[in-house]
């Protein structure tokens, strides 16, 4: 089976610590859901996972293998997929550009890509349009297929509601409950804090770069401090 393990993780850049001892795992056809407010460490901790941020470990592995040293391009090699936060297209390539490049660990011939007009049917009818001239909630749909052009067995994704509307976010959900159904492993950091107990089935509660509460996403739903704090109610 190929789990994601992340153990002690911190990062720090300079004097500013980011993220402390973080630990979880996740493995294909699990969710994972990651809360917490503003600069709580939530993107530090995607990002060090990826090798894109400065970070200290006592392990991230991925199956056997040892990741802690490995390059990003390496783990997307490796099955593990990443959706940044501010999605990053290309703007002045077209839709289906922007979705082959994201497949260049694999063969040209042997890809996903009707598979991604087939989730996300709007990026097949712009598929020779622009990025930049899609809506912020069609850029969105882009990065997640683009990140699914190399097939990983799980993805992380950094705040894919952001900026979106209700009915997009909807959308979005609705996706990755299917993918997650399908067997990818899920781990979601977000501020909405509905969207991601309603995808994943376990959630952390990030809060000044450590792990404040963990539990299962419907515990945590119901839980009163959470409500108060991350639900507004
Ligand atoms: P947000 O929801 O706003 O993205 P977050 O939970 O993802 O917040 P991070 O972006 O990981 O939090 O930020 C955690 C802390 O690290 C914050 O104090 C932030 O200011 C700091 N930080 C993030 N990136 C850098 C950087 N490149 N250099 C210095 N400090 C940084």
Known sequence: MTTLTVEGL???YGG???AHNVSFTVEPGQSLGIIG??????TSTLKAIM???PRQARAIRFGKDDLLRAAPHTLVRRGIGYVPEGRHVFPGLTVEK???LGAYCRSWKNTPIAEI?????????????PAGTLSGGQQQMLAVGRALMCRPKVMLLDEPSMGLSPILVGEIANVLK????????????EQNAKLTFEVTTTCLVMENGEIAATGTSRELRHDPQVRRIYLGL
């Open 178 to 189: 299917r993918l997650n159904a399908d067997g990818l492993g899920i781990v979601l950091v």
């Open 37 to 42: 407010a503003n600069g709580a460490g939530k």
């Open 16 to 18: 500013v610590r980011a």
């Open 117 to 129: 007009y087939d989730l996300f049917p709007v990026l097949g009818d712009m598929r020779h349009r």
């Open 98 to 100: 922007n979705l082959l």
């Open 10 to 12: 911190s990062v720090r």
């Open 51 to 53: 090798g894109l941020a």
